[in-house]
C-alpha cells in the first residue's frame, strides 16, 4: 500500500512557529489532509489541500504542497499549549482509501 | 449537525469473545469507514460501505467483518478475539470520497 512517512515528536516553545512534515507516495491523490488527535479522541480535519495547490492558509495553518518531492507540511503559527496532540497527514491512494502517516506528537512548551 | 457517534466507548472482553460495535454517521453521509488504530501499527483501515455495500477492505482476517444499515448505520464484529485485537477503532463518515469525520473511538481490550 501507499507509504505515507512523518516523523515522530516536534517540540516547540509557546508563541513560536511548528512545522510539521510528511512525505507520501500516491501522487494521484487529488487531496491531502491534516488531521488533529487529542488524548482519548478521534481525529478531527484541520484542513487539507487540492492536489493542484502549492499553498492554503487557514487562519494560524499554513499548508505548503510540493508535488514534485511528494511533501506536505503543515505550519502552525503562535503556537499555544491547547495544540498539543498528534497531527496525521493522509493521502487517498488506490481506490480512494485513505493512507495515514505514523502521527507526529507535538509538544508546546509553556 | 450531530457528529459521527460511536458506541460504547470502552469494552473490555477476555479471549475468544465476539464483539460489536456501532457508528451511527454523520446525517446525510452515506460512506462509512472503519479503523484500527494501536501504538504499534498506527491508523489500519479495515473496511468502508456505501449504501450497504461494502465498497473497499483492508488487509484484515476474516474475524474482522463489518455491515450497514439502510439508514447508514454501521456496526463492527470481531469474533473470537485475540489479545492483539486490543486497539482504539474508528469509525469515520463521509459525503463522497473526501473528507473523513470521525467518531471519539471505542476502546477494546482484551484480557
Known amino acids: 500500500g501507499e507509504d505515507v512517512e512523518q516523523s515522530l515528536f516536534l517540540s516547540v516553545r509557546e508563541g513560536d512557529s511548528s512545522v510539521i512534515n510528511c512525505t507520501y507516495t500516491?501522487?494521484?491523490?487529488?487531496?491531502l489532509y491534516w488531521y488533529k488527535q487529542e488524548p482519548g479522541a478521534g481525529l478531527q480535519l484541520l484542513t487539507y489541500?487540492?492536489?493542484?495547490?502549492d499553498m492554503k492558509q487557514d487562519q494560524r495553518l499554513t499548508v505548503l504542497l510540493n508535488k514534485k518531492d511528494k511533501h506536505l507540511s503543515l505550519r502552525i503559527a503562535d503556537t499555544q499549549t491547547g495544540d498539543s496532540a498528534i497531527y496525521f497527514c493522509?493521502?487517498?491512494?488506490?481506490?480512494?482509501?485513505?493512507?495515514f502517516g505514523t502521527g507526529t506528537s507535538l509538544t508546546v512548551i509553556p | 449537525k450531530a457528529g459521527v457517534t460511536q458506541t460504547p466507548r470502552y469494552l473490555i472482553k477476555t479471549r475468544g469473545q465476539q464483539v460489536t460495535l456501532s457508528c451511527s454517521p454523520i446525517?446525510?453521509?452515506?460512506?462509512v469507514s472503519w479503523y484500527q488504530q494501536t501504538p504499534g501499527q498506527g491508523l489500519q483501515f479495515l473496511f468502508e460501505?456505501?449504501?450497504?455495500?461494502?465498497?473497499n477492505k483492508g488487509n484484515f482476517p476474516g474475524r474482522f467483518s463489518g455491515r450497514q444499515f439502510s439508514n447508514s448505520r454501521s456496526e463492527m464484529n470481531v469474533s473470537t478475539l485475540e489479545l492483539g485485537d486490543s486497539a482504539l477503532y474508528l469509525c469515520?463518515?463521509?459525503?463522497?470520497?473526501?473528507?473523513?469525520?470521525f467518531g471519539s473511538g471505542t476502546q477494546l481490550s482484551v484480557l
Open positions: 446525517s446525510g453521509h452515506r460512506s
Open positions: 493522509a493521502e487517498t491512494g488506490t481506490g480512494n482509501q485513505f493512507y
Open positions: 469515520a463518515s463521509s459525503l463522497g470520497r473526501e473528507k473523513l469525520f
Open positions: 460501505y456505501f449504501s450497504e455495500t461494502q465498497r
Open positions: 489541500i487540492f492536489s493542484n495547490m
Open positions: 500516491d501522487s494521484s491523490s487529488t487531496y
